[in-house]
Every structure is written in C-alpha cells, then in structure tokens.
C-alpha cells in the first residue's frame, strides 16, 4: 500500500543535515570541554527542532547511532502527528517497521508516527518485544492491539 505524502518520513535537505550536525558536534564538544554551557545549548537545539532531547544524546550519541541519522532524526517532527490516519494507514506503518532494518532511518520515523498516533503507552513493545499471543503476528494483529487499548479511568 502507498502511504500518503504527510505519512512518510520527509526528506531532509543537505543543507539541513549539514546544519543539525555541526550543532550536534558542537554541543557533543561542549559536553565534554564545557558541560556547564550544555543545558542552555541542548534547550535552544531543542527549541529549534521541536523535540526533547536530553544533553546525554549528545554526549552519547555515537555509541548507538552515526551523526547523520541523529541530525535526521532532528530535522523531523518529533510527534508526527495525523488527526486522520486511518486502520489501514496503521497497518502499513507497521509493515513498514517489521519489514525494515530497525536502523534504517526510516524506521525512526515511522516508529514515531506510530506512537503519536495511537494512545497505546507501549506500542514499540507490542512490535519488538511482544507478548506471547503476538509473537510472528501480522501488521493487522499488532495494529488491532494497539486501537484496543483503553487507559484506565482513575
């Protein structure tokens, strides 16, 4: 199935990139020649890229990821939000997730867009670390546990 356009990861210009990893690296330096000037720049990083990151991303980031999929992740929304996605939308998303490469950036994304798009608190779970009723179950079971959730009323 072919998503629409407001579903898929957006493309990130090389300018961009470039940008959002030399600030990386500067802040990265900063974590360890100057860790008292952090904070204030890990919040105006933030502020420009609308996500939440905390300066340990920075400081760490190379042991889990390369600089260019951090600076690509940056430069996408952080809580892809679709007021009208719809079940199948879902499904595809989730295809998507187990079909590629949990480090292929395009799989941060999507990962992503599932999480800010269904109220389930675990859904990554439900896809990587599955209970037993969904182990090698499809896209269309995963999806179906996850609309089922309902939070508890206190």
Known sequence: ???????????VSRERLAELCREIERIADLAMKHPEAVDEAVAAFNAMTGHDYGA?????????????????????????????????E?????????????????????????????SHPRVSDLLFHPPAEL???????IVEAALRYRPIAL
Do not use: H, K
């Not at 199935?1 to 493309?11: F, I, Q």
């Not at 879902?90 to 941060?108: A, K, M, Q, T, W």
């Open 56 to 88: 340990l991303c920075f400081a760490e980031y190379d042991g889990s990821r390369s600089l260019e999929d951090f600076a690509r992740e940056a430069a996408r929304p952080a809580r892809p939000q679709v007021s009208d996605i719809t079940r199948d």
């Open 90 to 118: 879902l499904v595809e998303v989730v295809r998507r997730l187990l079909e590629d490469p949990p480090d292929s950036d395009n799989s941060d994304y999507y990962l992503r867009l599932l999480e800010a798009n269904v």
């Open 135 to 141: 182990r090698n179950a499809s896209a269309e079971r």
């Open 1 to 11: 199935m072919d998503l629409r356009p407001e579903l898929l990861p957006p493309p």
